[in-house]
């Protein structure tokens, strides 16, 4: 059962928080190019997949408890520690900051792009474009990448174990 809850830790890992980390760097492509009903789809996703990456934590406590007694794993086993407050950040900051930021920047690329200066695909963002076109870009961009540097740190502690 021990494997079985492993090989679910990791693909869920792989299939829900590499998403949930790539996804707003995406969006911010996607900013950049005024395509605002993508930003919005974008922003749906990474909502969705942040939340349902807490099935990862489920079967990682899983694993945790069923872990051999000799390598005294617990809860307060440093990198474990470590790990679940660095996942606990990457998901408050996606959930509080990085989602509403897109949210707002496809709200705002909308309002841009509204008065038909658009072609069919959009209008990339210039010098020349208003400032509500780059609504939340900053926020996505540092807090994204923040989000992924945690994900980051927290795959090198589960594979490393110190």
Not at 27 to 55: F, P, Q
Not at 85 to 94: G, H, I, S, W
């Amino acid at each position: 059962m021990e494997t079985v809850l492993n090989i679910l830790h990791v693909v869920a890992a792989v299939f829900l928080i590499g998403p949930m980390a790539i996804l707003p760097m995406t969006a911010m492509g996607m900013l950049r190019r005024g395509r605002n009903s993508d930003v919005a789809a974008l922003a749906k996703s990474t909502n969705v997949l942040s939340l349902l990456s807490l099935l990862v934590v489920v079967f990682g406590f899983g694993v945790l408890g069923m872990s051999d007694p000799k390598y005294h794993l617990s809860i307060t086993t440093g990198w474990v520690l470590i790990s679940i407050v660095a996942y606990v950040v990457a998901l408050a900051l996606n959930l509080f900051i990085v989602v509403p930021a897109m949210r707002k920047a496809a709200a705002g690329v909308d309002v841009t792009s509204g008065a038909g200066a658009a072609s069919a695909g959009g209008t990339a963002l210039g010098a020349g474009e208003p400032a509500g076109a780059r609504a939340g870009y900053p926020q996505i961009a540092a807090s994204s990448g923040l989000v992924t540097l945690l994900l980051v740190l927290v795959v090198v502690l589960m594979v490393w174990k110190p």
